[in-house]
């Protein structure tokens, strides 16, 4: 079992940053990559960037350039650095552990969610 507790969320204006950290703990088979997914009021959750243990990052369209996904694995942390964030970037985030393959990424263990509001 991997238990995941992210923090780091918040108000914050639109153009403004935020930083949210994962950590996790326990451990789980073929686990090889964490993510963050994130959902919207009526909205379907979707994934938002995973990174694999070789450190190879994938991230959504509407992401790119402003957020980073990263690993200490010595702290059994993920983080994602998000820059430049937009009121369409609001939404509840959602850390989460599985496997990834190229583009593909099958989340088994998740997070209880943090809040990101975006706006002025």
């Known amino acids: 079992q991997v238990h995941l507790v992210e923090s780091g969320g918040g108000l914050v204006r639109p153009g403004g940053s935020l930083r949210l950290s994962c950590a996790a703990s326990?451990?789980?088979?073929?686990?090889?990559?964490m993510g963050w997914h994130r959902q919207a009021p009526g909205k379907q959750r979707e994934r938002v960037a995973f990174i694999t243990n070789s450190g190879t990052s994938t991230y959504r369209d509407s992401v790119k350039g402003r957020f980073t996904i990263s690993v200490d694995n010595a702290k059994n942390t993920t983080y994602l650095q998000m820059n430049s964030l937009k009121p369409e970037d609001t939404a509840v985030y959602y850390c989460?552990?599985?496997?990834?393959?190229?583009?593909?990424?099958?989340?088994?263990?998740w997070g209880q969610g943090t809040q990101v509001t975006v706006s002025s």
């Open positions: 326990g451990s789980g088979r073929s686990l090889n990559a």
């Open positions: 989460n552990t599985g496997t990834g393959s190229g583009m593909s990424y099958w989340p088994r263990y």
